[in-house]
């Protein structure tokens, strides 16, 4: 037995079960057997970089040894962290971006959603509460989130946590409008994720983001993307946004900005959110975490934005995905594979019977999980080669497709 309460894990099959890691190094991770794996999953979404980067390991030893951390409350800063948030609003689509660090994509969320009702509050229009987000969205555990999520099972049993939310269809724009149009002095934000993830991995429909935007700017509503898998360049841009040729009110991020090494999230804030805190009467945003601008993470975070703008990796992304997205899709020519999905170095294949396919991959010596209830969940690292993906490919090939 184990007295690790594993998250999102039925302990009663889980404990004493478990697969322990041990090592990793570029898409690669090894079991405490010894046992070697491709990581197609990336950890949880994150690992953009691979693992075993010393230099990331090494930018956290120098900052702990310096100042690990300090409170970032009221006036009080450190260099990592007023770097990171100038290296990161430069790098978004956002002209005049401000940026409020958090420690994790669940918290990110909060912090949206909580920014966006007391913007409205702010500028005396506190009845504007409703969120409009999708069916099959994840926007992490947190109290928001859970109630903002697509994915029923994940709101199952925790009751009404935060009230005010309406769910349409992932992929249709009419639905939207619909909503505004009948709640239009109500709506205060519509969320989503440009490229949906744990739900299934469900690219938008072709025109899909450039409608939403229209009908947020028509209606006055706040645009929020949720950019904690899509961010630091899975897509082949910087962000989503980019990639669907949007700019939002604001976006959330987490993962890719330090790989996966250390925790971090945040917040880009464009000015109009930002101007009745920045400028107006607003007062103090009474929000924030412990860990909010950690020193460590940021100078972790530093260190991975280097790496990415050094080896190209966002490029490599771009380049890297027309063989991607044709290798997997292939698949689909076998009989137990249904469809394949697929968005810069994201994909999701459905397959008929999805738990004994990743049995069956690990004995493959592929490491993936389950999204969206039926497909199986591909986001590798961005160091990723074309003779990897054959390997991929082949090990689903002989897992899933009989």
């Not at 609003?89 to 966006?116: C, M, Q, R, Y």
């Not at 299934?200 to 935007?213: K, L, Q």
């Not at 910087?238 to 999230?265: E, H, M």
């Not at 490599?316 to 290798?327: D, G, I, N, Q, T």
Request: aromatic residues 8%; negative net charge; contains cysteine.
């Amino acid at each position: 037995m184990t007295a690790f309460w594993h998250p999102f894990a039925d302990m009663k099959t889980v404990a004493g079960r478990e697969i322990v890691l041990d090592r990793g190094e570029g898409v690669w991770v090894w079991d405490t057997e010894g046992r070697r794996y491709l990581d197609a999953s990336g950890g949880l979404w994150y690992a953009n970089v691979g693992h075993g980067r010393r230099e990331l390991a090494d930018a956290a030893a120098a900052q702990l040894a310096r100042l690990a951390a300090y409170s970032a409350y009221d006036r009080f800063a450190t260099r990592p962290a007023l770097e990171l948030a100038e290296r990161v609003a430069a790098l978004a689509p956002i002209e005049g971006a401000a940026v409020f660090l958090t420690t994790a994509g669940s918290d990110a969320v909060e912090t949206a959603v909580k920014l966006v009702r007391r913007y409205w509050s702010a500028v005396g229009r506190p009845e504007r509460q409703v969120m409009v987000a999708r069916e099959r969205a994840y926007h992490g555990v947190s109290g928001y989130g859970t109630s903002l999520v697509g994915i029923e099972p994940n709101r199952a049993g925790f009751g009404e946590l935060a009230p005010n939310v309406v769910r349409v269809p992932h992929g249709d724009a009419d639905a939207v409008a619909a909503v505004f149009a009948e709640r239009a002095a109500e709506v205060a934000a519509f969320i989503g994720e440009p490229v949906i993830g744990a739900g299934g991995v469900h690219p938008p429909p072709d025109g899909y983001w450039p409608a939403i935007e229209r009908l947020c700017r028509e209606h006055d509503v706040l645009l929020v993307l949720d950019e904690v898998i899509t961010g630091f360049g899975r897509l082949g841009e910087w962000f989503g946004a980019q990639r669907y040729g949007v700019v939002p009110d604001l976006f959330t991020f987490a993962k890719g900005v330090t790989s996966g090494y250390v925790p971090l999230g945040g917040v880009v804030v464009g000015p109009r959110v930002q101007e009745p805190f920045w400028r107006g009467d607003a007062g103090m945003f009474r929000h924030g975490y412990t860990y909010s601008g950690h020193a460590a993470a940021c100078a972790v975070a530093l260190a991975n934005l280097d790496l990415i703008e050094r080896e190209r990796l966002v490029e490599h992304v771009r380049e890297l995905e027309p063989a991607f997205a044709a290798k997997l899709r292939a698949l689909e020519a076998l009989p137990g594979v249904r469809e394949v999905r697929t968005a810069g170095l994201l994909a999701g294949i459905e397959v008929d019977d999805v738990e004994r396919a990743i049995e069956r991959l690990r004995g493959e010596g592929v490491l993936t999980r389950v999204v969206g209830g039926t497909a199986l969940q591909i986001s590798p690292p961005f160091v990723l080669g074309e003779d990897d993906v054959d390997f991929l490919a082949a090990a689903v090939a002989a897992a899933a497709g009989g």
